[in-house]
């Protein structure tokens, strides 16, 4: 089975993010992204007393995306209830993730780097993985900026490994149900 991944703006984001993404997530993942039209940000998603989007509110008021896998690139500040902030959050059960910019501007020169990494975070939590404990995976859960910066772009052969049993289940399935239908 093909990874099949689409990407879609949802605010200010630069046509170069974009692609850039989409040619790092093929990179890294081995898979097919495509880049999708804008999707409007939720307004019920804002909450004026942070000034900031509530990630779960954001993702589940987004109707219009059909691919297994969707992800969000936003340049609005994203949060959880018991989080001041996060870089990214992701819905493995409905197929979709959302990698905001807001937190990485400070910094113009990485904020590439920051993106692809969170990107390759949130999908991988989409194909199913889960926070590592190795501080250079990807998949390492990142409490500010710094451990972003710190960790690389790659899974850790643990991650890799249970990513790549993940796929092959998948396979499994989708011939047996072909067979079988």
């Not at 898979?31 to 990630?55: D, K, M, N, W």
């Not at 969707?70 to 996060?86: A, C, I, M, R």
């Not at 990807?138 to 249970?162: A, W, Y």
């Amino acid at each position: 089975m093909e990874k099949m991944i689409l990407i879609s703006p949802a605010g200010e984001i630069e046509t170069f993010l974009l692609d850039g993404i989409r040619a790092g997530l093929e990179e890294k993942l081995r898979a097919t992204c495509h880049v999708a039209g804008p999707v409007p940000i939720p307004e019920e998603a804002f909450s004026p007393e942070r000034a900031q989007y509530l990630a779960p509110l954001f993702l589940r008021s987004i109707k219009t995306l059909k691919a297994p896998k969707n992800l969000l690139l936003t340049h609005v500040d994203l949060y959880l209830e018991d989080l001041n902030y996060v870089f990214g959050y992701a819905i493995p059960q409905e197929g979709i993730a959302i990698v905001s910019k807001a937190r990485f501007r400070r910094d113009s020169s990485r904020l590439f780097e920051r993106l692809l990494k969170t990107s390759i975070h949130e999908i991988g939590h989409l194909y199913g993985l889960k926070h590592c404990h190795d501080r250079r995976c990807v998949m390492h859960f990142s409490f500010d900026i710094s451990d972003t910066d710190l960790k690389g772009s790659d899974f850790c052969i643990d991650c890799k490994n249970r990513l790549e049993l993940v796929e092959n289940q998948q396979n499994c399935y989708f011939r047996n149900q072909e067979v079988w239908s």
